[in-house]
């Protein structure tokens, strides 16, 4: 195995490794919440296949053969709405959920004016990570579950007209 993350599309292969690492990255947000049914957990190996199958882009990142991390975002109107960024518990701190986030950016760069993407308002990490990414908190609401999300955005500076 090597110590090179590639980041690269995910499959609809991917699917099974996909739920591992998202239900592993999310248990300590659950343990946070104290809510075992946050939606990353129980989102089921279909509903991700279907996702991998559909217009959202998924993107892996592997170190050697082995996925350890994903994201996803699809896009509405002018916005890339990003979601279940994941990382390997054991592979977190080291810089994985920062290039993802850049990877899904760049992904989407050129057809959007902002990014959009919700985490826990008591997650701390999460916010510090999004914030040197550039996103600002522009709401809080709750989930499904009544647990507090703070949600952030990322608006894209415009590119430059001509100069007259």
């Known amino acids: 195995m090597t ?11 991917d699917a099974g490794e996909i739920l591992t690492v998202q239900r592993a990255a999310y248990l300590v947000e659950a343990q946070r919440y104290a ?3 946050l939606p990353p957990l129980t989102e089921t190996l279909d509903e991700i296949r279907a996702a991998l199958a559909g217009p959202t882009t998924v993107l892996a990142a592997r170190l050697g ?14 916005t890339a ?13 080291r810089g994985v959920g920062g290039r993802l986030l850049t990877a899904i950016e760049a992904a989407c760069a ?15 990490e999460n916010l510090r990570l999004y914030a040197r990414r550039g996103y600002r908190v522009v709401a809080h609401r709750p989930d ?9 955005e990322k608006t894209l500076d415009p590119p430059a007209g001509p100069t007259v």
């Open 3 to 13: 110590d090179q993350v590639t980041i690269a599309p995910a499959g609809v292969a």
């Open 35 to 37: 809510d075992p049914f």
């Open 65 to 78: 053969s082995r996925l350890i991390g994903s994201v996803r975002a699809w896009i509405a109107d002018d």
């Open 81 to 93: 709405h990003v979601g279940r960024l994941s990382v390997a518990p054991d592979q977190q701190g």
């Open 110 to 124: 050129g057809r959007v004016a902002r990014f959009a993407l919700f985490t826990g308002a008591d997650s701390a």
């Open 144 to 152: 499904e579950n009544g647990n507090p999300l703070a949600v952030l």
